[in-house]
């Protein structure tokens, strides 16, 4: 009923990427799985990890064990290529030993930067091998041997490159704030001095050379701290991060290798759709121009932004479940989109019964294309929630705004405000029988007391 190409993968993404998503696409897709299976093969085969190879064989194991004989079983389609298992232990073995030797030998002779890029190229290494707690252990020991902040800077993305593989997005932030200080150092160190003897045009080439790369890594900074918020389910902060994401070529070398731009553009709508006003998304990402390259990729994140603007809840929801498959296969999302489509639901039911004093759940549930038992039971959910101040006509199927009786409230704020003035008289009354008592200990000459805070009234009104 939804319709998956493979070839959103092939196209999109590379090595350890595209094979994260093919495994995710056996797991989850039984009809694709065996071209998912054959297509992941042909990268994995070219890596040197054997952990991901095994990984990738089990996954379609599991997923043909609980397809009823539907599937062809693994030994049918491909059999255990342990020449190549032995082949590239081996050849990682050797690796590893030339590394550890240049690393054991530069530590003798004490020069840090062969030190640094010893531990730099370990790092690369385990990372390549699938070790990721070794990599990330020889990444963070390279911080030590570090001599200026454009080597802090490197460590800092090579670490945020392997969290974002991995999916670690707690740890996230904190290289993103280490890796912002070292940024600003760099730049700071980088920018060219007044020098008279240097060409105008040459110093403007420096400048121009200089800000190209601080948006490239500026960008893939804003990419993983948006990854972090959206990992970690807040939706609100992933949208505005994605949205500081400079152009389509700032991504540099993370684009298709960690995320491919038309990502950029699902995650910032649903997650924008889900938690922000329509203001916001008519000036933040519709009249955005550097956002609109990124719509472009996916072109129906145009058409389902303007739905909803529109107040075309009906084709807005159609689009999100024609487009359902896309978004629970990918890494990032799969765990998210359930909590995601459900504040989507109620943010527009909430927007389309705003301007109503009472409307039919009938006109409601022709409005969404859903029953009016399943519509009812949205809206009892977000009345309790206190999303919607209303009740429902159960017999009539009518939804009531509540009415506010305003003289009652006025008097209810008359009264509240007469008890605020009560309790500060009372205290101001106490602290002058304190002060005729000599009981209180006087603050320094031009000190404030910080008392005056306690008779101040509180605004009721607002």
């Not at 038309?262 to 997650?271: K, M, P, S």
């Not at 909430?350 to 029953?371: H, N």
């Not at 009345?383 to 006509?393: F, L, P």
């Amino acid at each position: 009923a939804h319709p998956f190409e493979l070839e959103v993968i092939s196209s999109g993404y590379s090595g350890r990427s595209a094979i994260e998503r093919y495994i995710q696409v056996i797991s989850q897709c039984p009809s694709l799985a065996v071209l998912a299976f054959q297509a992941a093969l042909q990268l994995v085969l070219q890596m040197s990890d054997t952990n991901l190879y095994r990984a990738l064989l089990s996954a379609y194991e599991q997923t043909a064990a609980t397809s009823n004989g539907e599937l062809p079983a693994l030994s049918d389609i491909h059999a255990l290529n342990q020449e190549w298992i032995d082949e590239t232990t081996q050849r990682n073995q050797a690796q590893r030993n030339k590394l550890e030797t240049e690393l054991k030998t530069y530590t003798s002779n004490m020069i840090k930067e062969s030190i640094r890029m010893a531990y730099r190229d370990l790092g690369d290494f385990h990372r390549n091998s699938g070790d990721q707690t070794a990599a990330l252990k020889h990444y963070t020991k390279s911080r030590e041997f570090c001599t200026t902040s454009q080597h802090v800077l490197e460590m800092c993305l090579s670490v945020l490159e392997l969290l974002i593989e991995h999916r670690n997005y707690a740890h996230m932030s904190t290289y993103v704030f280490k890796a912002d200080a070292a940024l600003d150092a760099t730049s700071s160190a980088r920018a060219p001095g007044p020098g008279p003897t240097a060409p105008a045009s040459a110093a403007a080439t420096g400048r121009d050379k200089a800000a190209a790369e601080r948006e490239r890594v500026q960008s893939k900074l804003d990419v993983s701290i948006a990854l972090s918020y959206l990992g970690q389910g807040n939706f609100e902060k992933a949208s505005q991060a994605f949205l500081k994401v400079g152009p389509v070529k700032s991504l540099g070398d993370w684009a298709g290798r960690l995320i491919a731009p038309g990502d950029i553009a699902i995650y910032t709508t649903l997650c924008a759709l889900s938690t922000f006003s329509r203001q916001q998304i008519r000036t933040q990402i519709l009249d955005n121009d550097n956002f609109g390259v990124y719509i472009e990729q996916e072109p129906y994140v145009r058409e389902l932004l303007e739905s909803y603007m529109g107040n075309r809840f009906k084709l807005m929801l159609e689009i999100l479940d024609r487009h359902s498959t896309r978004h629970t296969l990918d890494l990032h999302l799969s765990s998210h989109m359930a909590n995601l489509t459900n504040q989507i639901r109620s943010r527009a039911l909430v927007q389309y019964f705003q301007p109503f004093a009472s409307i039919k759940l009938e006109r409601m549930s022709t409005a969404f294309g859903w029953t009016i038992e399943e519509l009812e039971r949205q809206v009892v959910l977000l009345i309790q929630a206190g999303e919607i101040q209303a009740r429902v006509d159960r017999q009539n199927k009518i939804l009531k705004a509540k009415e506010t009786d305003q003289r009652s409230a006025l008097f209810a704020r008359a009264i509240k405000s007469g008890e605020f003035m009560q309790v500060a008289n009372r205290k101001l009354l106490l602290r002058m029988r304190l002060q005729q008592a000599d009981l209180i200990v006087k603050a320094p000459r031009g000190q404030l007391t910080g008392h005056a805070s306690e008779f101040m009234l509180p605004d009721i009104y607002g």
